[in-house]
Every structure is written in structure tokens, then in C-alpha cells.
């Protein structure tokens, strides 16, 4: 098993580059392969609560690197969002 650990970069263009890496990786990997971290995006509107509204061209480029390394989310139980920035009303955010 190969277990990867991600920091993804704030900007949407240096993630793109850490994309196209995953997905080098995707194909020479033949083992059972487990990727977690921060991601830095969503997959959908629905993981987010607050803050910035969520750029839909991001979205799809993650997807896509979802779909191109064949990876599955694995689900959990729990709270669902998982990070908080510690403000409170209209200056809170919640992501999974």
C-alpha cells in the first residue's frame, strides 16, 4: 500500500501542476493507493459553508483529477465539516 500525504497550493494554477504530478503517479502505481490532506478545493458547493464563493473551474479540474487517478472518497462518520477558522457570524467558515 502507498499512502500519500497532500498539501495543495493556494493558487489555481500551481494546483494544476500538483494534478498533472498525482496523476504521474496514478499510472505507475499498481499497489492499493490511499492520497489524504488538504486539497486546498472542493468537489462541490455542498463542502463548503461561507467565505469565498467557490470557483467552478477548480472544482472541475479536481474532479477531474479525481476521475484520471481512479481514486473513490472514503466515506466517514462524524462531523461534517472537518476545519473552522475560528470566527464567528458572517466571517465563519466551514469546509469539509
Known amino acids: 500500500m502507498v499512502i500519500t500525504a497532500v498539501y495543495a497550493r493556494c493558487s489555481a494554477l500551481e494546483r494544476l501542476e500538483q494534478w498533472d504530478d498525482l496523476e504521474w503517479l496514478a499510472e505507475r502505481i499498481k499497489v492499493p493507493w490511499v492520497i489524504g490532506g488538504d486539497f486546498n478545493v472542493i468537489k462541490n458547493g455542498s463542502e463548503k459553508l461561507g ?16 476521475n484520471n487517478c481512479a ?15 475560528g470566527r464567528i457570524e458572517e466571517e465563519c467558515i466551514f469546509k469539509v
Open 51 to 66: 467565505g469565498l464563493h467557490v470557483i467552478q473551474q477548480e472544482v472541475v479540474d479536481f474532479v477531474q483529477c479525481i
Open 71 to 85: 481514486l473513490t472518497e472514503i466515506q466517514f462518520s462524524g462531523s461534517v465539516y472537518t476545519w473552522w477558522n
